[in-house]
């Protein structure tokens, strides 16, 4: 069983930038793909962005260009960094993680979600 801790949200005004970290513990035998998604309120939970375990990054069209996706294997982390933050951005993000091959979609591990709140 993985558990995923997330940390770094918080209120920052536009313009401004964050950086989420989720760590990865427990019993598993190897993370594959991680990423973050993201529910805003009153909208359904959204994909953001996902790495795989070889460290390939991929973006939803809402996320290019703002948004940077890494991880450490060794620490079994994904960090998610947002520049040019806006008030649309405001939502609870949520850590994903699957064991072992599969999609992004498939996770199976989930974190307790960390809030960011942009001001205009």
């Known amino acids: 069983q993985v558990q995923l801790v997330e940390s770094g949200g918080g209120l920052v005004q536009a313009g401004g930038s964050l950086r989420l970290s989720c760590a990865a513990s427990?019993?598993?035998?190897?993370?594959?793909?991680m990423g973050w998604y993201r529910q805003a309120p009153g909208k359904q939970r959204e994909l953001v962005a996902y790495?795989?375990?070889?460290?390939?990054?991929r973006y939803t069209y809402s996320a290019k260009g703002r948004f940077t996706i890494s991880r450490d294997n060794t620490q079994n982390t994904v960090v998610l960094e947002i520049n040019s933050l806006r008030p649309e951005d405001t939502a609870v993000y949520y850590c994903?993680?699957?064991?072992?091959?599969?999609?992004?979609?498939?996770?199976?591990?989930w974190g307790q979600g960390t809030q960011v709140t942009v001001s205009s």
């Open positions: 790495i795989t375990d070889g460290g390939l990054p």
């Open positions: 427990g019993s598993f035998f190897r993370i594959g793909v």
């Open positions: 994903a993680a699957k064991q072992g091959p599969g999609s992004i979609d498939e996770s199976d591990s």
